[in-house]
């Protein structure tokens, strides 16, 4: 049974930074491409960055230059490093997989960017 939990949400003030973090269990964690998505209130969830398994990685322009994606095998763990925060990412962020063409996804981490 693959299960995704993300942890590291808060608040934060404008230009601050928080790192978010997916541990993955049920998969060959390796081997699989993750995905760090978010759905701000009244809006269709987005993707804002991937990572393959081989380390290629890929962001929305809103967020490149900010953001960071980053995995460890080691740890089947996923991490979103978002630094230089602006209010507007504001948003529940998930985490994601698929295997075998099912989707799973964690249980969200709210992020709030506020003064």
């Known amino acids: 049974q693959v299960q995704l939990v993300e942890s590291g949400g808060g608040l934060v003030q404008p230009g601050g930074s928080l790192k978010l973090s997916c541990t993955a269990s049920?998969?060959?964690?390796?081997?699989?491409?993750l995905g760090w998505y978010r759905q701000a209130p009244g809006k269709e969830r987005e993707l804002v960055a991937f990572?393959?398994?081989?380390?290629?990685?890929n962001y929305v322009d809103s967020v490149k230059g900010r953001f960071t994606i980053s995995r460890d095998n080691a740890k089947n763990t996923v991490y979103l490093q978002m630094d230089s925060l602006k209010p507007e990412d504001t948003a529940v962020y998930y985490c994601k997989t698929t295997d075998n063409f099912i989707n799973y996804w964690g249980q969200g981490t709210q992020v709030t960017v506020s003064s």
């Open positions: 049920g998969i060959i964690f390796s081997l699989y491409r």
């Open positions: 990572i393959t398994s081989r380390y290629i990685t």
